[in-house]
Nanobody, 120 residues
Framework: QVQLVESGGGLVQPGGSLRLSCAAS????????MGWYRQAPGKQRELVAT???????NYVDSVKGRFTISRDNAKNTVYLQMNSLKPEHTAVYYC??????????????WGTGTLVTVSS
């Protein structure tokens, strides 16, 4: 009964900015850590950033100072603000959330992805 839907992807020029959103819907007790992953052409999916429900963030070293993850717990939504984008950031970006259905044990849920293309 849980669904994650990403939005905000698209085409952006090098040096530009983009903000991704991921909204969770359905029936659940709460959402713990949420995060963003990406899969570039020819590569495996990798972690980009995570944020706990209390707002503690972690980033892969390559995006520190460039990307910012945030969340709005009232809206069950996580965001990824991406600045100073480069062509190598081109990838399908996926949202993941650790969601508690019963309030005791959480399970991972994934969105279907949104494509970010950085090109002139």
């Amino acid at each position: 009964q849980v669904q994650l839907v990403e939005s905000g992807g698209g085409l952006v020029q090098p040096g530009g900015s983009l903000r991704l959103s991921c909204a969770a819907s359905g029936s659940f007790y709460s959402i713990n850590t949420m995060g963003w992953y990406r899969q570039a052409p020819g590569k495996q999916r990798e972690l980009v950033a995570t944020i706990t429900r209390g707002g503690v963030t972690n980033y892969v070293d390559s995006v520190k100072g460039r990307f910012t993850i945030s969340r709005d717990n009232a809206k069950n939504t996580v965001y990824l603000q991406m600045n100073s984008l480069k062509p190598e950031h081109t990838a399908v970006y996926y949202c993941k959330a650790d969601i508690l259905l019963t309030g005791i044990r959480g399970m991972d849920y994934w969105g279907t992805g949104t494509l970010v293309t950085v090109s002139s």
